[in-house]
């Protein structure tokens, strides 16, 4: 995120719906795969970006959607008030082996915000 428009964003942001997205992850809590990997697949910095940002839109009703990529894993959690999803459509394998990727071919694609007012 650019830094100057962080600052802005109390003031442009507050009571709306916010969704953002990154190709890194942003939470350490959404690691899944290879211990190895843990500490060069995200970003804490993101992370902390992302917390400003979530404060300065206020609670908008919870809603404050951050879809991420870069592993390829399906994940759809909750942490501090903001709802972190990832819906990667892999390969072939990984779509088979039954424990990366929750898809179907009908249906490949995550619906990760709806306007419910």
Do not use: M
């Not at 109390?10 to 997205?21: D, K």
């Not at 009703?61 to 942490?79: K, M, N, S």
């Amino acid at each position: 995120l650019n830094g100057s428009l962080l600052a802005d964003a109390a003031t442009r942001l507050c009571g709306w719906p916010v969704v953002s997205y990154s190709h890194f992850l942003p939470h350490p809590a959404l690691h899944r795969g290879y211990d190895a990997l843990e500490h060069i697949e995200g970003s804490s910095f993101l992370g902390e970006q992302l917390g400003a940002l979530h404060a300065a839109a206020g609670d908008a009703a919870g809603e404050h959607v951050h879809v991420f990529g870069h592993t390829h894993f399906t994940i759809d959690r909750l942490i501090d008030g903001v709802r972190y999803v990832q819906h990667p459509l892999g390969n072939a394998k990984e779509r088979a082996n039954g424990w990366q990727i929750y898809t179907d071919e009908a249906r490949p694609y995550a619906l990760v915000w709806k306007r419910a007012r």
